[in-house]
């Protein structure tokens, strides 16, 4: 156990002093919040009179951004309401940053920074970039941009039959895909960003155009071995849009029969004070540590 102990604590102080090196500050936000989140992909968990248990400091810290808090770190403890397995547990270790002045582009490097510096000296990953509906093509022989949501579930029922029952949303079925066929294969022997993902799937990420004028959500997703280790945002700085997607979250967990979540309304406050161009990205720590011990289970390295 002493070893165990070790291990982690010198994984955590080589995070710190990464960040040191670059003057970025950590602070330390609460973990109750009165909002849960509007996501349907997340569950908050409520502790009751009290709120709710944070599935990422996101919020806290993006209303110090706004307050002119400069780039700024956190590693927190996180609540998700899934179930426990290989991957995951209910209660993990979040790595979450912000850069001033940066975009998602940027940030990719400075997370391919940090994930080598924190992997064993012997081991240097080359770097991968995928846009999402590259892979699509790549994969599933589909092209995002012209196929319909027939053309969709057709793929989804060769993969998973009773997924014509399911009356699933075109995200749900492009997550269906993306899970079974895709993911598997991302980050084998690299560092695979993938970015450029359907506007849809922004959460609190800009809107951009890529190379060939196609709107795309500004936001990445790292994979090492099939994992997905961290996401990241160029971050949407417009209350008015923000509050337009919590509320078509609300709907859509309504029509997938959940109950809609309160919007955090400090958080938008947050943003009507003016949140500075920024990109932030979370990581999870537990993952990569697991990763780069060389275990299989999550529960190998949590204290």
């Known amino acids: 156990m002493r070893e165990k102990i070790a291990a982690r604590a ?21 973990l109750l919040s009165p909002a849960g989140v509007t996501d349907i992909n997340l ?17 806290a810290m993006k209303a110090l951004l706004a307050d002119g808090g400069g780039d700024i770190y956190q590693l927190s403890h996180v609540f998700r309401g899934d179930e426990n397995g290989r991957k995951h547990r209910r209660e993990f270790t979040l790595l979450e940053w912000y850069r001033l002045g940066w975009t998602h582009q940027q940030l990719i490097h400075e997370v391919s920074e940090l994930v080598q510096t924190l992997f064993p000296k012997t081991e240097k990953f080359p ?10 093509q790549e994969y599933l022989d589909l092209d995002l941009f012209s ?83 961290c996401n ?20 859509e967990r309504l029509a997938a029969g959940l109950k809609p979540m309160p919007i955090d309304e400090a958080f938008l406050s947050a943003l009507e004070r003016g949140l500075p161009d920024c990109a932030g990205v979370a990581l999870g720590v537990d993952r990569l540590f697991m990763l780069a011990q060389g275990k299989n289970h999550i529960a190998e390295v949590i204290l």
């Open 232 to 251: 990241g945002f160029w971050e949407l700085a417009n209350a008015k849009e923000q509050r337009h997607r919590f509320e078509l979250d609300n709907q």
């Open 10 to 30: 010198q994984f955590l102080t080589s995070i710190r002093q990464f960040f040191a090196q670059k003057n970025v500050l950590e602070v330390d936000t609460a």
């Open 147 to 229: 196929a319909d949501d027939a053309l969709i579930l057709q793929k989804c029922v060769a993969i998973v039959p009773e997924s014509r029952q399911w009356q699933l949303s075109r995200d749900g079925m492009l997550d269906l895909l993306f899970t079974h066929r895709i993911e598997p294969n991302l980050g084998a022997n690299c560092l695979q960003f993938v970015c450029e993902y359907p506007p849809s799937q922004a959460a609190l990420a800009r809107i951009m155009q890529n190379k060939q004028g196609h709107n795309v959500a500004a936001r990445f997703e790292l994979y090492i071995d099939g994992i997905e280790l």
């Open 127 to 136: 770097v991968k970039i995928s846009p999402y509906a590259d892979l699509f």
């Open 43 to 59: 569950r908050s968990l409520a502790v009751e009179d009290l709120g709710y248990l944070i599935t990422s400091p996101e919020y």
